[in-house]
């Protein structure tokens, strides 16, 4: 399976950047997902990494490195509608179904 | 476009009962769907992944016969927890891979909360 570790909680003042690291251990990678869940409702896709680099896509970016088994999502120009949990998933060892990592729990206050 | 819908979104039933959660992709076909079952402050752990006109693959620790899988179409999946007991009180979220699209997202229903009294 897929090791994927992630902070649990973090918190940013609206208007600022925020930086939520993961790191996993799998083999075959297959990519990496961003999801952003609110309480209570379902996942969201934010961005899927399967090369290097950094992908950007409006106020969020997110990055990747293969050989260092790490990605971060970022979150520019934090607004209060942004405090939600970010969910990191990777799929690899053979199958294209991701795996989720706990979540970070974002707090965006004024 | 991409909508998965759930049915129902919550549902409250007595332990020994049986209930039935459905899944459909409403703007797309979806050659494969999943089970995911979420319990609080915890991540998303995949239950089962199902195939259009094929028996579900079921994760390990997860009981085939008290999780049944249905997916009888291109746009419906169907999960039924059986014998339901409280243990079993958790958010069921499926989602659905678009076949036309051929790639690897994942679209989420909006999930169905089951409270088992």
């Known amino acids: 399976g897929q090791n994927i570790d992630q902070p649990t909680e973090m918190t940013a003042t609206e208007g600022a950047i925020v930086q939520i690291n993961c790191t996993y251990q799998t083999s075959g990678f297959n990519g990496l997902f961003w999801y952003q869940q609110h309480a209570g409702e379902a996942p969201t896709f934010l961005s899927y990494?399967?090369?290097?680099g950094l992908e950007e896509k409006g106020r969020f970016s997110s990055f990747l490195s293969r050989s260092k088994g790490y990605s971060y999502l970022l979150l520019k120009e934090l607004q209060m509608k942004d405090s939600a949990s970010y969910l990191c998933a990777v799929s690899g060892g053979g199958s294209y179904i991701p795996t989720f990592g706990r979540g970070t729990s974002l707090i965006v206050h004024p | 476009g991409a909508v998965v819908s759930q049915h129902p979104s919550w549902v409250i039933c007595k332990s020994g009962t049986s209930v039935k959660i459905e899944c459909r992709s409403l703007d797309f076909q979806a050659t494969t769907m999943f089970w995911y079952r979420q319990f609080p402050k915890q991540s998303l752990m995949l239950m089962a992944t199902?195939?259009?006109?094929?028996?579900?693959?079921?994760e390990q620790g997860v009981e085939k016969d008290k999780f049944l899988i249905n997916h009888a179409s291109l746009t419906l999946s169907t999960l039924t927890v059986t014998s339901a007991h409280p243990e079993d009180s958790s958010f069921y979220i499926c989602?659905?891979?678009?076949?036309?699209?051929?790639?690897?997202?994942?679209?989420f229903g909006p999930g169905t909360r089951l409270t088992v009294t």
């Open positions: 990494n399967v090369l290097d």
């Open positions: 989602s659905a891979r678009d076949r036309g699209l051929g790639t690897y997202e994942q679209y």
């Open positions: 199902s195939n259009e006109g094929s028996k579900a693959t079921y």
